[in-house]
């Protein structure tokens, strides 16, 4: 049950191609990002999304930065006169100045600053190395992460398949699908991989106002995938929980402190709230590259504010009067206390999550 | 602080002029019915809509369809051969066919079925004088309710707001405003007369999908009569409440059972356990005609399942895959365990409802 579209790819000519998901449902549009401002724009305009996704398509992006950084025009014996040190070091600062346009461009989700990073280390590794193959490396690095993305996703769809029963009533909440990924999934990989492994499941699938991600992505890609899936506004999921029907919730993250607080789409808090009062268990799957182990809490995790826009029009038609004030934070948190479990790819934590989520980081 | 516009209301012309609630907010439109079948389907598509608004609609709706009911033309000795009786009684059995399409039109809310009995109750208590005569007390009648609809909110605003500090930053969900009313409103109208008594008010308006009766109609409302207000989505209540941003919730209702379970717009339960488990009371507004004490709980409330494409289609545009499964509730049943107080226009009732409830309406 793999996806039969590609979210994010290196193309042959060296450009980032993306599935433009601000099109899906309706329509299915590549765009190809012949440069990191590309790149920069489609992360902010949310034309690519989901945190796994964001952090591989960062790491393309800065690759794609890295083929346009001319250090080897600048002046050598005039950079070290000044103190600047060697070619790599011009070509470093760029590189890191890049990151910066890209890290700048949402705010919550960790993943992004961890794909950006990972290649700025890399790049540093490998220093000693002519300008050329250290950018030839980069290319290298961003594609392997998008590989590994999709192997990290099948894992956490293995460990988090078996918590959920043989037949399964899921509730998930935005898009944690393949589109929020290099491909496969995590919250929606755990639903596929429970398909596949024989298990009967369908899913409830809220629509995620504002930006309906889940009426357009995860229903979208639920269908593709032949899993039945019925669609509800954010407001019915509730009422299904106290009629009994839901079995479990599974979603994503966009950034999990060390002691499990889970920030993820905006009304994430409000369907864990709901589950645990109705005792229906509350997973999170999401990657290693998730954790932000340096956070004590969620509290210090920075809540992204977007357009009012967002909440007064949908598909460019006005729903709200003019001049309305609009609150519009994309994430909420959601305290570990509600989670039940954090699936990822090398296994399922449980509370004490400061206890289980360093021990699966490999920290000491 | 009233209201600016009218929601429905009887012309010198004999027609049944209504504000078309689905081309709001964007553009203030009337339209005006002149046969029972208009006003039917004008409730039906929601251009009317609101427990308290549709009890006064149906009233008119039935008084316009009783002006065309040409029991005169019967031949009475004939009718009175067959055993049908008076001309009246074919009168009334004309006026009662048309109660029941109006009844049938929206399942869910108590008082438009309230409305329909009131004027077959008038009729049959007038049945000796000229059916001319009938036929204008039903005018009068409909007239009456939509004057006393506007006393009965004013009062329970007036009761209501006590229940609000002097600084309160109140969550509604739905419109339970002047448009869902013959006028002020019954949880807005508590909202009016808190600001009217000089409190410091801000709402939070959910915006209620999916027909986002909060985003085009309360902040519609709310701006117009100068009460500040904010717009979110409905998954962001939760978000809020766990900041300590909510000192209150106020909502409106479309049927009570004599044990005090509400059932009101979908969505309305989620916000009520919400607001339970972040300790901030939740009251409910309706007018004694919303109370229906033969339904022992709010298991027996009838729950209109509306079309597919209010959830699929926004504006007439496609937000989720063609085909998908869809399920649309309109309404849902808060538990009266949620509910801290139901406000009426005779006063406000506390558990145990089955006590006061009965106690308010009259019963002995």
């Known amino acids: 049950m ?25 329509e299915e549009v590549y765009i190809e990002c012949r440069t990191i401002e590309e790149v920069a724009d489609a992360i902010r305009t949310m034309r690519v999304r989901g945190a796994p996704a964001i952090g591989v398509t960062a790491a393309m992006g800065l690759a794609l930065g890295a083929q346009t950084i001319q250090a080897e025009n600048f002046n ?29 461009t949402r705010p919550t989700a960790v993943n992004l600053a961890w794909g950006v990073r990972r290649l700025l ?23 392997a992460m998008q590989a590994e993305d999709i192997r990290i996703n099948r894992a956490m769809g293995q460990h988090g398949q078996g918590l959920l029963p043989e037949q399964a009533r899921v509730l998930t909440h935005c898009n944690a699908g393949g589109l929020a990924t290099a491909g496969y999934g995590t919250a929606v990989g755990v639903i596929r991989a429970a398909a596949e492994a024989g298990k009967r499941i369908m899913v409830w699938v809220d629509e995620t106002r504002p ?37 479990v919730v599974v979603v994503g993250a966009d950034r999990i402190a060390r002691n499990g607080d889970v920030a993820n789409k905006i ?60 609150a519009n934070p994309a994430f909420d948190v959601t305290p570990a206390s509600f989670v039940d479990a954090i699936i990822t790819e090398r296994g399922v934590a449980r509370a004490p999550y400061d206890v289980s989520l360093p021990r699966l980081a490999g920290e000491a």
């Open 211 to 247: 930006l309906l991600q889940g009426a357009r992505l995860t229903a979208w890609e639920l269908q593709r995938a032949g899993i039945p899936a019925t669609l509800i506004t954010d407001n019915m999921a509730g009422h299904f929980m106290a009629r009994g029907q839901v079995d």
């Open 2 to 26: 793999a996806d039969d579209f590609v979210t994010v790819t290196w193309t042959p000519h060296g450009t980032v191609r993306l599935i433009d998901q601000t099109r899906l449902p309706t």
């Open 121 to 143: 280390h890399l790049a540093r590794k490998a220093r000693d190395l002519p300008l050329v193959e250290i950018k030839a490396a980069l290319v290298a690095e961003a594609r």
């Open 267 to 326: 009304g994430t808090y409000s369907v864990a709230l709901l589950a645990r009062a109705h005792g229906i268990p509350f997973y999170v799957a999401a990657p290693i590259s998730t954790l932000d182990l340096n956070l004590t809490d969620g509290s210090q995790i920075p809540i992204e504010e977007r357009a009012p826009d967002e909440v007064t029009h949908i598909g460019g038609r006005r729903v709200a009067p003019a001049g309305i004030r609009v």
């Open 76 to 104: 050598a014996f005039f950079a070290a006169l000044e103190g600047m040190g060697s070619l790599f070091t011009e070509f470093f600062a760029a590189l890191e100045a890049m990151g910066s346009l890209l890290m700048r």
